[in-house]
């Protein structure tokens, strides 16, 4: 019996590599006379915002094209139903099986997707099998009870869902996870050049010497959540990050999509200023002597003084790399920004 196990590109088909493997060996000890083969297909399927019916029939059609027996969608896009996140989607009468990684969250990933995965195959082979067997009813309170609220679909299908707040809470997440942020500073090269720069500028200059001295924490505090949110506004606005919808029906998806957005930016451009702050305190001392900063300042230096000059040196330094960041092209902002989503239609196969 072969079993397709399709996943969106980025995190979705580093997650399906590892289940495929997992999934064949739960199922050879679930039917050990069966022989299971586990193919792997990477392909978005589906543009954004879509549903998980239009989901399901994509994953339909590419079960009839490549004659499986049953097909499991992994997919990154947030899927609803009257406000509440799906988290997971069986259609025994067509074969399919769909999760949503996000509505997942982002902590033990790999382990809810197994479970979830394998669940619903079970799921999917004892309906096929027996509708009405205890086992089978057994097999779906027990996935409710893992993934959430069990719906009937009148064809048949079995849908979980989470609660609205919670729920909607741990997808945003589990889309911010799946962005990875920590690559944003290190995929912007002009931006990082621009920032290194402009913190050893501030780091040698004695007038920011006597301003962060001068400076209360408060007002040094201010100034580094400013200086994020200036790069976080310029990458944003910059390479049109922000998206519109001009379909009604997709405003959830879209406002989903920008808090996403908005929530890697700003992660990533805090991990910049904290590889920054902590190479200021690293290098501050080798390039400005105690001596030196004691006759401009004019009292003894302490390491809190230091401190203050790493926090004002990174803050200045993130500014820095948000006028490098108008440098970059909005592909290469995006593709720092986004994990790589392929193109309905382009095909990765493993298996």
Request: hydrophobic residues 50%; contains cysteine; charged residues 15%.
């Amino acid at each position: 019996m072969v079993i397709g196990l399709i996943s969106a590109p980025g995190v979705a088909a580093q997650v399906a590599a590892d289940l495929a493997e997992d999934l064949r060996a739960e199922l050879s000890v679930l039917m050990p006379t069966v022989r299971w083969r586990v193919p792997t297909v990477v392909d978005a399927l589906v543009h954004p915002p879509a549903d998980d019916a239009v989901l399901v029939g994509a994953a339909r059609e590419r079960l009839l094209v490549e004659a499986w027996d049953l097909v499991v969608c992994l997919t990154d896009l947030p899927l609803s139903v009257r406000r509440r996140p799906v988290v997971a989607h069986a259609s025994p009468v067509y074969g399919v099986a769909v999760v949503c990684l996000p509505a997942l969250g982002a902590v033990g990933l790999r382990r809810r997707a197994s479970g979830a995965v394998v669940g619903l195959v079970r799921t999917l082979l004892g309906e096929a099998e027996d509708h009405g067997s205890a086992g089978s009813q057994a097999a779906l309170r027990r996935r409710a009870g893992e993934l959430g609220s069990q719906q009937e679909g009148g064809d048949g299908s079995v849908m979980f869902t989470a609660r609205v707040l919670k729920g909607n809470a741990r997808l945003l997440v589990g889309m911010i996870r799946a962005n990875q942020p920590w690559r944003l500073a290190i995929g912007l090269s002009k931006a990082l050049t621009a920032a290194l720069a402009a913190g050893v500028f501030a780091m040698i200059t004695s007038d920011i010497w006597q301003l962060g001295d001068a400076l209360s924490w408060t007002r040094l505090t201010a100034i580094g959540m400013g200086a994020v949110a200036a790069i976080t506004a310029s990458l944003i606005l910059g390479a049109g990050l922000w998206e519109r919808g001009s379909n009604p029906a997709g405003g959830k998806h879209v406002t989903l999509f920008n808090l996403a957005t908005t929530g890697t930016v700003v992660l990533g451009v805090t991990f910049l200023y904290t590889a920054l702050l902590l190479l200021a305190l690293l290098i501050t001392p080798l390039l400005v002597p105690a001596h030196l900063l004691e006759e401009n300042l004019g009292h003894a230096v302490q390491v809190g003084d230091y401190f203050k000059l790493a926090v004002l040196a990174s803050a200045l330094a993130t500014v820095g790399g948000a006028l490098g960041a108008g440098l970059e092209s909005d592909e290469t902002v995006r593709a720092a920004a986004y994990t790589y989503r392929q193109e309905p239609g382009e095909v990765q196969r493993n298996g």
